[in-house]
């Protein structure tokens, strides 16, 4: 493209953004709303897959020790264990801290342990993984191999809780997508209806421009530079009132939830996630233009 089309395709873009000011408004706002909802997906996931991390370190394996193990023969198993590659880290639990751990339980309803020994409940073993193996294939497989060790009385790990752990991570990842393509689809074609109106609105110029010779992409770039802009536009828009809902619930989650240990640990949407947004405006912006371009254009 010459420098005097250069030249011309600004003056057109700026000459439409001034006189079609509230068009691109409403353009750029329906984007920020749509990359409001999937970001704030975005920032959900973020802080949930956060949370699930947390929660998939408590995950362990719990190895009950048969009541006339020695002391040798104790410190030999855990040795044992502690070379499992899967193995993070192997805490003996005593008879009575495991009874004192009950009593915290039941809380108030301690009362009904009275008059029973405080050595009823057996030694056992708290086994973690390494955070690569708490899934539930790694976490069975170290439990089968801990059956058959001598020592060992009986194995006990949160099978339900670690399938169900999978399903909600995998559940995060797709809904985005799915939730997104429907956002994009519906964006897409409000952002083509807005280019045709401005199309019409500039309708006798382009014809004119076509009946002199004009090529098609000098007739099409202020229209693709246009939705450039609203889609960036509306990726910022979307990104700052992210940014204030983020601080809003730093600020007013209730901690009485207990979902989070501390606000602190609320994370907002990393570099290569924002860049993603701003790219997904840019994208919903010159797709929208060429889209509703090349149907109407064909037409004339």
Do not use: C
Not at 132 to 139: E, L, M, S, Y
Not at 162 to 188: C, D, M, N, Y
Not at 195 to 206: C, S
Request: net charge positive; charged share 15%; glycine share 10%.
């Amino acid at each position: 493209m010459k420098f005097g089309h250069v030249s011309f395709v600004f003056r057109r873009v700026r000459k439409s953004l001034r006189e079609l000011l509230w068009t691109h408004v409403l353009t750029s706002g329906t984007m920020a709303m749509t990359l409001f909802i999937f970001g704030g997906f975005l920032l959900i996931q973020e802080n949930f897959h956060g949370l699930l991390k947390g929660w998939g370190s408590q995950i362990q394996i719990f190895a009950y020790l048969e009541n006339s193990l020695p002391q040798a023969d104790l410190q030999s198993l855990l040795g044992h264990i502690r070379s499992y590659p899967e193995v993070e880290g192997v805490r003996f639990v005593s008879k009575g801290e495991a009874w004192e751990n009950f009593k915290k339980t039941l809380g108030a309803q301690s009362g009904v342990l009275e008059g029973l020994p405080p050595d009823i409940l057996p030694s056992s073993l708290e086994i973690t993984l390494k955070r690569p193996h708490r899934h539930r294939a790694a976490v069975a497989g170290v439990a089968q191999r801990l059956h058959g060790v001598k020592g060992i009385s009986e194995v006990e790990y949160p099978e339900e809780w670690i399938e169900k752990l999978g399903l909600l991570v995998l559940g995060v990842q797709w809904t985005k997508w799915v939730l997104g393509s429907f956002l994009f689809l519906a964006t897409l074609l409000i952002v083509g209806s807005t280019v045709k109106l401005a199309i019409l609105a500039r309708k006798d110029e382009i014809e004119i421009m076509q009946l002199v010779g004009a090529p098609s992409g000098l007739i099409k770039a202020p229209f693709v530079i246009e939705g450039m802009i609203q889609g960036i536009v509306g990726a910022s828009l979307a990104l700052f009132f992210l940014w204030l809902l983020f601080l809003f619930l730093s600020y007013h989650l209730p901690s009485s939830w207990g979902i989070f240990p501390s606000r602190d640990q609320l994370q907002f949407l990393d570099p290569g996630e924002i860049s993603l947004l701003v790219f997904l405006g840019w994208i919903l912006g010159a797709g929208g233009s060429l889209f509703s371009l090349r149907r109407f254009l064909k037409t004339w």
